[in-house]
């Protein structure tokens, strides 16, 4: 997919929801060290099949009996290895009235297990217990009104947490994995993915396949369970409730969609979080963390007989289980144009979306085109157009697969307001580009550069080990097939000028639109 480059703000903003790239949505604080580059293939720009051919030698995939799947890409450049465990699982499978439940779990999976954050599990266990049955009571006596009792019920809470937490080691798994010499230990919840990710020197792959076989064998979601609802909760207040454009997304996806999950944002919301309790997460976990729903991808200096051998060892244990029915609705086509406007103390904001189809659509690559001839960087139309020539916005972009592109979704641009200047005249000026893709051919120097940035961004992506072992993920999960990464870049070397304007005149019509409008107001 090619890579977008979004405004900062905006940027944060969107992983309420999700975004393609696990850098947009990192749950813990820690970055990935450079992994050892390669290089990209020598032979014509138009084809990628000298890189496919290079690829097909060094990488080896199997499926355990219980159903995981493993992906080993061998890169011998340097002794590191980057490791991803990628579950089919995000916002969108969340059963109403529970959002948030995903991403909750993946910040417990940083918790620990029966053996891994605790100094003595047995002691620990009655007490995170009894902290369930305190936390019903108290939900109960708040209903009810029962001043007095309330406040005993949760003195005696604060009291068995602290016990609680006594018994337990914080950040133990990431301090195994930073004395190991291990980096980038993080996660990320999309709308439709979690991916769990760090990298380890190659001589310590044993290590890693005990850690995380053992991390998603018997996780303990109960420990420290209230008090990281408390950081989620300060998490969505800080993006949301006290941000004008966090707000504004949430309006303006809740009125691009009506029945399609991808309108709940992927932190949930505040009420639904703070009804959450363990045995939710627990029961999401046991219903999509199957063997099935996982996928591994393991790039680096390995060899992969012995990445089969361990994983069969310590991924083997993994009782089999069905994966779960998906059941999400198909969205409706939209009919006419929808637009909300919220009144807020900001700079005012202009956002445009149109819907579009999932990425296994025969014109993927015509979407993508189109959003980087329109929005990629400074020579982009918007750019140049809004920004530079008439000076109407202080930026102005977009990206395909908003809020994510395994089902249908949205093309999506966004401009601020520059000082002086109206969202209408930002409509306007953003409008008069959009229609000009349908009216008048692209040059073929144009597309070509396109193309060109297309493709080289791409390539920039599977640089390094982590890059390639995520790219490999999203297209084998949500396409069936890891080679569909290549085809991507024939697919967008093919696109022709004809092709944009079909794709443009079908996808940007007035019935197909959602306007969002952010206007100042004092605060």
Known sequence: MILYRLFATLLALTMLWSSVLPEVALAQTQTASPAPKVQPPSKTPSSIQPYLDRVIKQLTE??????????????????????????????????????????FLEHLAFKGTKRIGTT??????????????????????KAQGKKDELAKLQAEFEQVESQATK???????????????????????????????????????????????????EPVLSREFYKEKEVILEERRLRVENSPIGLM????????????????????????????????????????????NLAIAVVGDV??????????????RFPAKPKAVEQI?????Q??????????????????????????????????????????????????????????????????????DKYPNLMLFYALTAPGHTVDELATALRTEIEKLKTEPVTDAELQRVKTQARADLLRTLDSNMGMAQQLLEYEVKTGSWRNLFKQLDQIAAVKTADIQRVAKASFTAENRTIGKLLSKQA
């Open 167 to 217: 018994l337990s080691k914080q950040n133990e798994m990431g301090r195994i994995v930073e004395q190991a010499g291990g980096v980038g230990l993080n996660a990320n919840t999309s709308t439709e993915a979690t991916r769990y990710f760090y990298s380890f020197p190659a001589n310590k792959l044993e290590l890693w396949m005990s850690l995380e076989s053992e991390r998603f064998l």
């Open 329 to 333: 609705p198909t969205e409706p086509v």
């Open 335 to 404: 009919k006419q144009t929808r637009e909300v406007t919220v009144q807020l103390p900001s700079q005012p904001w202009y956002l445009e979306g149109y819907h579009r189809p999932a990425i296994t659509d025969r014109d993927n690559a015509v979407y993508e085109i189109i959003a980087s001839l329109l929005s990629n960087g400074r020579t982009s139309r918007l750019y140049k157009s809004l920004v530079e020539q008439q000076r109407v916005a202080l930026t102005a972009q977009g990206f395909s697969g908003f809020p994510g």
């Open 62 to 103: 199997f499926r355990l009996d219980n159903g995981l799947k493993f992906i080993v890409l061998e890169r011998h450049q340097a002794p590191v290895v980057s490791f991803l465990t990628y579950a089919d699982v995000g916002g969108v499978d969340e059963p109403d009235g529970k959002t948030g439940v995903a991403h």
């Open 120 to 141: 003595d599990y047995n002691a620990e266990k009655p007490l995170l217990e009894r902290l369930e049955q305190l936390d019903a009571q108290i939900r109960a006596a």
């Open 249 to 292: 997304i949430e309006k303006f996806i809740d009125a691009a969609y009506k029945v399609h999950p991808y309108r709940r944002p992927v932190i949930g919301y505040d009420q639904d979080i703070r009804n959450l309790t363990p045995e939710d997460v627990q029961k999401f976990y046991n219903t999509y963390y199957v063997p099935s």
């Open 303 to 316: 060899n992969p007989a012995e990445v089969k051998r361990l994983a069969q060892i310590y991924f083997g």
